[in-house]
Nanobody
Framework: QVLLVESGGGSVQAGGSLRLSCAAS????????MGWFRQAPGKEREGVAT???????SYVDSVKGRFTISRDNTKNTLYLQMNDLKPDDTATYYC??????????????????WGQGTQVTVSS
């Protein structure tokens, strides 16, 4: 059974930083695509950052230069470093894991497993 557990969310002021973690069990994060998605109230869930098996990363335009996705294979954990946070980044952030290895992108249907979400709130 695949289990993804996010942590690291919280409340920060604009310009602050947070690092989200996603600990995986029953799944080898280095072998497949993984991603971070977010959903704000009343909005669709959107892809924020993804990483393929070969460590190719992609980001939604609104977070480029501010967010960094990475993984620690020894800990089987995915991370999202978020710097220079803005109020528009306020959302519930979800870790997602795919059974695909490459070219997953931010297409939700390509991800098979989801964490429970962690809340990020950025105040102005």
């Amino acid at each position: 059974q695949v289990l993804l557990v996010e942590s690291g969310g919280g409340s920060v002021q604009a310009g602050g930083s947070l690092r989200l973690s996603c600990a995986a069990s029953g799944y080898t994060i280095s072998a497949f695509c993984m991603g971070w998605f977010r959903q704000a109230p009343g909005k669709e869930r959107e892809g924020v950052a993804t990483i393929d098996r070969d460590s190719t990363t992609s980001y939604v335009d609104s977070v480029k230069g501010r967010f960094t996705i990475s993984r620690d294979n020894t800990k089987n954990t995915l991370y999202l470093q978020m710097n220079d946070l803005k109020p528009d980044d306020t959302a519930t952030y979800y870790c997602a894991a795919s059974r695909l290895r490459f070219l997953c992108g931010t297409v939700r249907d390509r991800y098979n497993y989801w964490g429970q979400g962690t809340q990020v709130t950025v105040s102005s």
